[in-house]
């Protein structure tokens, strides 16, 4: 693999990444599907969903923040019925986080919206393109998670 390989990679990641981080990044796709949830508490909501009953510890090990973060956010998802608290029954000092159907209904909205703006960006691409790129981005991934708990 060549050094140029490499850094045309590199440059393309970073411009990817630096858009996705953006301020205002999502906005119009929550917008779009009726969700007023402030991007970071989104991001709370869908791990929460993705790990099932979790600790909030776990959630924000999971994120790579810390509890007290992570805890507003949990407030606020509590607030808008969002996710549910209930006592962990291996440890009765924890409780477990838990997404609820008005949880699992926003995040929905949200990914179809998602979707669908994808659909709308990417409405000139070959669909084998589309495959490909989703293909080569999950090995990417994988080759990442699998670097990452190499010893």
Same mark, same amino acid.
């Given at each position: 693999?060549?050094? /140029?390989?490499?850094? #045309? *990679?590199?440059?393309a990641l970073t411009r990817l990444i630096r858009r996705a981080l953006l301020p205002t990044s999502g906005d119009e =796709?929550?917008?779009a599907a009726g969700v007023t949830l402030e991007r970071a508490a989104y991001h709370v909501l869908l791990r929460i969903c993705d790990q099932g009953a979790v600790r909030l510890s776990a959630v924000a090990d999971s994120m790579g923040l810390d509890v007290? =973060? /992570?805890s507003r956010h949990v407030s606020r998802l509590e607030h808008d019925g969002l996710v549910t608290r209930s006592p962990d029954p !291996? !440890?009765?000092?924890?409780?477990?986080?838990? #997404? =609820? !159907?008005?949880?699992?209904?926003? *995040?929905?909205? /949200?990914?179809? #919206?998602?979707?669908?703006r994808l659909q709308d960006i990417l409405g000139d691409w070959d669909e084998r393109? /589309?495959?490909r790129l989703a293909g080569l *981005?999950?090995?990417? *991934?994988? =080759?990442?998670?699998? !670097?990452?708990?190499?010893?």
């Open positions: 693999m060549s050094d /140029v390989s490499v850094a #045309a *990679l590199e440059s =796709t929550r917008a007290s =973060t /992570v !291996d !440890d009765g000092r924890a409780a477990l986080l838990a #997404a =609820t !159907d008005a949880g699992r209904e926003v *995040l929905e909205r /949200v990914r179809d #919206a998602r979707r669908a393109d /589309v495959e *981005l999950d090995r990417l *991934l994988a =080759t990442f998670d699998a !670097d990452r708990n190499r010893p």
